[in-house]
């Protein structure tokens, strides 16, 4: 592979870039995605610090000439981890306190945990390729295999959200597909459900992370892409079609991760978590 860097972390850091950009726009956080009241102290000056942070670590993910050990990459991957996990913790971790029983609540904090999955992933797979690795060879193993469980747990959640709100859900449906909205909405949701299961089992888990990456970019071309077309001067469209290219890239990262992990000449730790 040399200095390549796969295209689905690449991916991964444009939608980084997406969103930062969207932020610096708009001067704002990535409304529901990035929940802030607007009254915390200094909002709009954390905005752009935050959509920078995204923007300049999505560009280190995107740098088209790596160091042949790519740390700097991996340092913008790891970077975005921990941007999106601050997410979790500090703007959906006090909704989820408030609102335990809320559904809705937990789904919105497992898309951010996709983000923070994505980018443990891309880590885990640049590091075990670095020829001089930064950390010890555990140490993305171990993040790996946390970012495949995250996102299997997730995809359920992801799932279940789609039949618990599958009106909601089935609005978002273009209604010129063949079939009835709501078919589409909880043939999604079975489809979120079974790559889940997928990723938590090890049955199947190649095919049903690059169909999940797969699924994912279609939302923006079905659903996403429209909606902005037809009203691109929309926060919403925006914002909703950066959150879909950095999930779509977050799950290609760690589709990324599974393939070369299997790929490469794995330590019996490694052979039991992957096969």
Not at 53 to 73: E, F, H, M, Q, Y
Not at 181 to 197: D, L, M, R, S, Y
């Amino acid at each position: 592979m040399g200095a390549m860097v796969a295209p689905g972390i690449r991916l991964y850091g444009l939608g980084a870039i997406a969103l930062g950009a969207v932020g610096i726009v708009w001067g704002d956080f990535a409304l529901q995605w990035q929940p802030v009241a607007p009254w915390f102290p200094a909002r709009t000056l954390l905005a752009y610090a935050f959509a920078a942070g995204l923007t300049i670590a999505g560009a280190c993910v995107n740098d088209l000439n790596p160091p042949k050990d790519r740390r700097g990459v991996a340092f913008g991957a790891i970077t975005l981890a921990a941007l999106y996990s601050a997410v979790v913790v500090f703007m959906h971790g006090p909704l989820i306190f408030q609102h335990p029983d809320s559904f809705a609540t937990w789904s919105g904090a497992a898309e951010q945990v996709t983000l923070v999955a994505g980018g443990l992933a891309a880590y885990a797979c640049l590091m075990q390729r670095a020829p001089v690795p930064a950390t010890p060879a555990s140490s993305g193993l171990s993040l790996g295999i946390a970012a495949v469980i995250m996102m299997g747990v997730c995809l359920v959640i992801f799932g279940v959200a789609h039949f618990l709100y599958l009106d909601f859900t089935a609005s978002m449906v273009p209604a010129w597909l063949p079939g009835s909205q709501k078919f589409w909405a909880a043939a999604t949701g079975v489809a979120h459900i079974a790559a889940g299961i997928a990723f938590l089992t090890g049955i199947q888990r190649k095919l049903a992370a690059f169909a999940i990456t797969a699924m994912f970019g279609s939302f923006s071309i079905l659903v996403h892409l429209p909606l902005l077309l037809a009203d691109p001067k929309a926060h919403m469209s925006w914002v909703m079609n950066a959150i879909n290219l950095a999930l779509t890239g977050a799950a290609w990262s760690v589709a990324t991760y599974i393939a070369s992990a299997q790929k490469a000449p794995a330590t019996e730790q490694l052979q039991r978590a992957l096969q």
